[in-house]
């Protein structure tokens, strides 16, 4: 499709990005959560996770899966600003 894909985690979406957590997570036939950000991963699409979600929910010492990278509250702004489009869920 030629676009830049990111996914940025935030609120208490972190959770799900603790070790084995997503792993917990699946429903009838669909793949785990895991399978499908293990597959996100795979493809170059970046995950971004959010420093101030991480701080509000206690997680200040938490490891997060590998390959997930920490950012600043302002870098969904500049990920918005600069989109051709957005998806949020």
Known sequence: MDIKATVYY???AL?????????KIKLGSFPSVKEMID???NMGIEILVCE??????GLEKVDL???????????L???VLEAD???WF
């Not at 101030?52 to 929910?57: C, D, H, P, V």
């Not at 899966?65 to 870098?75: D, L």
């Open 85 to 87: 489009a957005t998806q």
């Open 39 to 41: 597959k996100t991963m």
């Open 10 to 12: 935030l609120g208490t």
């Open 65 to 75: 899966i590998p390959g997930v990278k920490i950012v600043g509250a302002a870098t």
């Open 15 to 23: 959770k799900i990005l603790k070790p084995g957590e997503a792993d």
């Open 52 to 57: 101030a979600s991480k701080r509000m929910l």
């Open 77 to 79: 702004n500049d990920l």
